[in-house]
């Protein structure tokens, strides 16, 4: 049960439950609110629903009648989950958080007042909630010239067909979707849909998308009509969606500098700064990973010939400063500085893609020439078969022991990803992004999917290495300012998290993974929470 499915599989499945047809049933959170089952015995939570008052909520679902009844949260790898396993009292001695909604949105509003329209004609000079009223009239002049009102006699009356409220999306504040086409023995039907932003990663062509258990394989995705065709397959894999972010600072509303009291004064003023404003973030969703549904092994990468999309909202970020990067890379907790392989690096390249006879060594791809890669159109990479950075000293990186011939090899692009993925080193800064934004949720009730992530680790947006949350939402719905207003607390819950973890170098509950064969970054985000937490 989602709010994917049209309504009248939702209600068909509602029937069923209510009348003892249906046993079980696997939901999302669309089944949380609004509907009123009697009969259920038993509500098991996989992972937390992402706010206290959404796990009472998803938990109330059972237990209705007289009959005793059992609520059972499973909780996940996520650090978010296993903060409330090992602080069960702050789930239980809190009350439900305040919902943070902004009535004022322009997406919101106008879906508001389009509602309030339907129900009677507004009157000249009348406003609405805390909008004054030349406001309102300048947003009803816009439904007014959309024809879906119309102005007489001092007033503004509701003329389209359509029942507003229909239209109003369970899924986002996306007010487009993007209609779910397929063909079978029982002939052509839809079955379901997704929000238009949600499409190009969720059912971009040749993506496989599940719906009531059974595969799709999409064969085509029409942005101009919104509309995507998929058919029914039995495949031994899933796919993801690989993207590429970049950011840039339209505005910054407030910013502040932090100093860590417990450090000497005199040499760090200030180890941190907290920022809020405007971002415009664009991100291409710009092929996809096959991964095997046993095991989750990586079957290969394809790329994806999609559009850009643009969102302009709000974003949060801290940002470190150069004597906290310098305290760190003395104290050996910073790797986030680009790898520089030495002067001769060029010629040992050409060496090695000579001896491997410009193929990659992995998938036999060769170069078109000895200049590019016939996918990517550029040469193939370089890969050590030992890391770089495992070839560090006291004095800097061994770069005789780390450019040996034999712990070299030549690989296309996409071979160099997985191998890269093995022995993945993940980084303090990368590892502090991925915790604040899985902690983050518990803030904010939200899920962690409404704030996006992005690590610059160079400074090249922010103007040094700096991690941001934004809001992914059109214009913004107060995460990001939420969020650095809880600066403080956020960090120490961060810190507190990461430090109780009983894994010795990063795993899923708090920093993340390395690779395989990698190195993870619990050390470096440690030292760095050490440096940032007042």
Known sequence: ????????????????????????????????????????????????????SSTWQQSGRAGRGDDAAAAVLVASPNPLDQFLAHHPEYFF?????????????????LEHLRCALFELPFKEGEGFGKLPPELVREYLDVLVSNNEAHASAEKV????????????SLRSASPANVVLDTEDENGP???????LASAVWMVHPRAVYLHEGQQYFVQDLDLTRNTATLIPVGLDYFTEPLRETTIQILSITDQYPISNLQLPVTNYQSPVTKSWGELQVT??????????????????????????????????WL??????????????????????????WPKIRERVRTRDGFRCQICGLPENGPSTDLRTGRQHDIHHKIPFRN?????????????????LITLCSSCHRKAEQNVRMRSGLAGLGYVLSQLAPLFLMCDPGDLGLHVDAAGSVFGAPSVVLYDQVPAG???????????????????QLVSECPCEDGCPSCVGPAGENGIGGKEETLAILKELVV
């Open 157 to 168: 009356f509701w003329m389209a067909d359509a029942y507003p409220a229909a239209n109003i």
């Open 391 to 407: 070839f560090k000293t006291q004095n800097g990186i061994d770069l005789a022991l780390a450019h040996r011939l034999d712990n």
């Open 189 to 195: 039907r839809t079955i379901g849909e997704v929000d």
């Open 93 to 109: 001695g809190r009350s439900p958080e305040h919902a943070l909604v902004n009535p004022d949105h322009l997406l919101i509003l």
């Open 477 to 495: 719905i107060g995460f990001s300012q939420k969020l650095f207003e809880i600066h403080d607390e956020l960090l120490t819950r961060a810190l």
């Open 283 to 316: 991100t291409q969703v710009t092929g996809f990973r096959k991964r095997t549904w046993l095991g989750g092994e990586n079957l290969g990468e394809e790329p994806l010939d999609l559009p850009p999309s643009d969102l302009q909202t709000t974003g949060y």
């Open 1 to 52: 049960y989602r709010s994917g499915y049209l309504p009248s599989q939702r209600r068909e499945i509602e029937k069923g439950l209510r009348d003892g047809t249906v046993r079980l049933v696997v939901a999302t959170n669309a089944l949380e609110l609004g509907i009123d089952i009697g009969g259920l015995g038993a509500a098991i939570l996989v992972g937390y629903a992402g706010s206290i």
């Open 319 to 344: 940002s470190l400063s150069e004597e906290t990067i310098t305290h760190l890379r003395e104290t050996g907790n910073w790797s986030s500085d680009p790898n520089d392989y030495g002067p001769d």
